[in-house]
């Protein structure tokens, strides 16, 4: 980060005052209520920038190419209220991407990108005012739990769509209508994997029977075998293996 340290040289010494934080290159910044607004759309950009004003108040990254949201991507931007990263490409989520901003937070917008699902935990302490919609969403049972916490903006809810989904029937269609209708994707993923465990089950008792019934199979075979070994003998012979069975009986 550059930092800009302003000086003021007096007869009898040097006083430092504190640093100025300088504004990236790529970016334009403008002062806001004493703070810093950045604004960095479309200026293909593939990932965020590291060399942020400590004083920003509100950053605007829409309109590049930035496919991920890493772990403590804005850590050092205590005072961020506005986040705008719509009309990128992103299509990660971190767990960590908002920590040390997400409860100052009053407007995220992720708008118009590439997201298919997110970590729950990335949204856990996000009080703002969030924008999902135009993404591809997979409406599963996580972004069903995702959700449940978030305060999406009334605007664009309706636009939040499932471009997929569990139970395929319900692809295409605005996830709060879906939700709405009562239908619980956590409720299907659970006998989902109720039946997969039925089938485990179900797969490893086969065998065990299959095992059972080839080995008592194979033992008849041999006492066949014996038993008709034993009926081709002399009878003497016979008489003889009979009585030393009997012996070492």
Same mark, same amino acid.
């Not at 980060?1 to 006083?15: F, Y």
């Given at each position: 980060?550059?930092?800009?340290?302003?000086?003021?040289?007096?007869?009898?010494?040097?006083?430092d005052i504190q640093p100025v934080l300088t504004c990236p290159k790529i970016c334009h910044c403008a002062?806001?209520?004493?703070?810093?607004?950045?604004?960095?759309?479309?200026?293909?950009?593939?990932?965020?920038?590291?060399?942020?004003?400590?004083?920003?108040? &509100?950053?605007?990254?829409?309109?590049?190419?930035? +496919?991920? $949201?890493?772990?403590?991507?804005?850590?050092?931007?205590?005072?961020?209220?506005?986040?705008?990263?719509?009309?990128?490409? $992103?299509?990660?989520?971190?767990?960590?991407?908002?920590?040390?901003?997400?409860?100052?937070?009053?407007?995220?917008?992720?708008?118009?990108?590439?997201?298919? &699902?997110?970590?729950? @935990?990335? *949204?856990?302490?996000?009080?703002?005012?969030?924008?999902?919609?135009?993404?591809?969403?997979?409406?599963?049972?996580?972004?069903? %739990?995702?959700?449940?916490?978030?305060?999406?903006?009334?605007?664009?809810?309706?636009?939040?769509?499932?471009? #997929?989904?569990?139970?395929?029937?319900?692809?295409?269609?605005?996830?709060?209508?879906?939700?709405? &209708?009562? $239908?619980? *994707?956590?409720?299907?993923?659970?006998?989902?994997?109720?039946?997969?465990? *039925?089938?485990?089950?179900?797969?490893?008792? +086969?065998? /065990? $029977? &299959?095992? /059972?019934?080839?080995?008592?199979?194979?033992?008849? @075979?041999?006492?066949?075998?014996?038993? %008709?070994?034993?009926?081709?003998?002399?009878? #003497?012979?016979? +008489?003889?293996?009979?009585? #030393?069975?009997?012996?070492?009986?």
């Open positions: 980060m550059k930092i800009l340290k302003v000086c003021v040289i007096t007869k009898k010494k040097l006083i002062e806001k209520n004493g703070m810093t607004a950045v604004h960095c759309a479309s200026r293909n950009l593939e990932e965020i920038p590291t060399d942020l004003p400590g004083d920003t108040v &509100s950053l605007f990254l829409d309109s590049n190419r930035i +496919t991920k $949201i890493p772990n403590n991507a804005f850590k050092d931007l205590g005072h961020l209220q506005e986040l705008d990263l719509s009309k990128n490409s $992103i299509e990660i989520i971190d767990i960590g991407a908002f920590n040390g901003v997400a409860e100052g937070l009053r407007l995220l917008d992720l708008s118009n990108n590439h997201i298919q &699902s997110a970590p729950k @935990e990335a *949204f856990s302490k996000i009080k703002a005012k969030i924008r999902l919609s135009n993404n591809p969403w997979h409406c599963e049972c996580a972004l069903q %739990e995702a959700l449940r916490e978030l305060k999406l903006d009334p605007e664009t809810v309706n636009e939040i769509s499932c471009q #997929t989904s569990v139970q395929e029937e319900y692809a295409g269609k605005p996830l709060i209508q879906v939700l709405d &209708s009562g $239908i619980n *994707f956590c409720n299907f993923h659970h006998k989902t994997t109720d039946v997969a465990m *039925f089938v485990t089950m179900f797969g490893w008792f +086969t065998m /065990v $029977i &299959s095992y /059972v019934v080839y080995y008592v199979r194979h033992n008849q @075979e041999d006492a066949r075998r014996h038993l %008709e070994y034993l009926k081709s003998l002399p009878s #003497t012979q016979l +008489t003889k293996d009979c009585d #030393t069975i009997n012996t070492v009986l």
